[in-house]
């Protein structure tokens, strides 16, 4: 198997170790900047490091493009041009619809992965075990593309997950763009409200609620930009929600302030449980037709509903016109899992 990674920073750079290491590839890079080309080749992370795209892309039967976000779009649009009718393209952009390509090879993807160090030379092959890998297939995706990648990406420890990249945007919104406005915010308040002084040494509080802040700043200015509408309402949300707690303290309403403390813990609680993952699964086999887009269907579907998919192959009937996609979902969401398909209109057992 031959990969293709299209920028060789922490996360490509990790993508290709992972690929190297768990998936036994040969790993193409591109990366315009020779001297970092030339330290992943070093620290083995690279087989080779072509100086064109086309070069790097031949062959390749998937191709990871970790640009910086801010020409994300044209690379993974120039990827396309030079990759084969073959290949599975994706990007790891933590916003996705501004990277959306009317292009059935194309995936976007988001691994929830990453370091407070950038750099290949921080890369390593398992950065991305055990965590989740959104991806956001379309209508037009094509099923034998998509299982490939979904496979490949389980094979290097992660979780694919396929959603909506309205929903992925808004969600990422909701619980990575706002924590870091948050936290930029609490760093600026705490420093004028100190001054000079130093921060007390019975400050545990603060420095897990701000560890985020002040990250990579061309990174982190990129991402709010390209995410600006659905972090505008995130803040808007936000803002409310502080008005309201001012007007309970105003009114040194005890009995609320209990209940707004308890209800975030059991929130918390709630949504930290729905992502736990792990134990016995169940195979669901899927009768389907062959068209574009089946495949993708059933996993926004079911991803969408919170289940995740753990793995997933694709029998195609000997004439063509029909086939077979197993997923394998936990045993306990396999009930719903199976309703959830039935609604779609397909038979499964």
């Known amino acids: 198997m031959k990969v293709c990674v299209v920028g060789v920073g922490l996360v490509g750079g990790s993508i290709a170790l992972a690929a190297r290491e768990r998936l ?75 990277i959306l390509a009317d292009d059935q090879r194309f995936i976007g993807g988001h691994p929830l992965a990453g370091g407070e160090s950038a750099g290949v030379a921080h890369a390593r092959a398992d950065l991305f075990v055990d965590a989740t890998w959104y991806l956001t297939p379309t209508r037009t995706t094509s099923g034998v593309l998509y299982e490939r990648l979904h496979r490949a990406l389980t094979t290097i420890g992660a979780r694919p997950t396929a959603v909506d990249a ?118 669901l086999r899927v009768a389907v037709p062959n068209r574009p887009g089946v495949v993708a269907e059933l996993a926004l579907k079911l991803g969408g509903a919170g289940i995740n998919i753990s793995d997933l192959s694709l029998t195609p009937a000997p004439d063509g016109t029909r086939g077979e996609v197993a997923l394998w979902v936990s045993t306990a969401d396999a009930p719903r899992a199976g309703q959830l398909i039935a609604e779609l209109g397909f038979a499964v057992a």
């Not at 004028?192 to 400050?203: H, K, N, S, W, Y």
């Open 24 to 98: 036994g590839a040969h790993v193409s890079g591109y990366e315009p900047d020779r001297v970092a080309a030339q330290r992943a080749l070093e620290m083995g992370a690279l087989d080779d490091a072509p100086e064109s795209l086309g070069e790097a892309v031949v062959d390749a039967e998937i191709a990871f493009v970790a640009a910086p976000l801010g020409v994300l779009r044209e690379t993974v649009l120039e990827t396309l041009a030079v990759a084969a009718p073959g290949c599975t393209v994706t990007d790891v952009g933590s916003t996705k619809r501004a």
């Open 166 to 283: 309205e929903v992925h945007d808004r969600m990422m919104a909701a619980v990575s763009h706002l924590p870091h406005v948050v936290a930029n915010l609490l760093v600026a308040q705490a420093s004028g409200v100190l001054g000079g002084e130093t921060l007390p040494a019975t400050g545990p509080s603060f420095r897990d609620a701000t560890r985020v802040a002040g990250a990579n700043p061309a990174l982190w200015a990129d991402i709010m930009l390209a995410n600006r509408d659905a972090l505008l309402r995130s803040v808007a949300e936000a803002a409310t929600g502080l008005d309201e707690l001012r007007v309970l303290l105003e009114a040194g309403d005890v009995s609320a302030l209990y209940d707004w403390q308890h209800d975030a813990a059991k929130q918390r609680a709630a949504l930290l449980e729905a992502g736990e993952l792990g134990g016995p699964t169940q195979r």
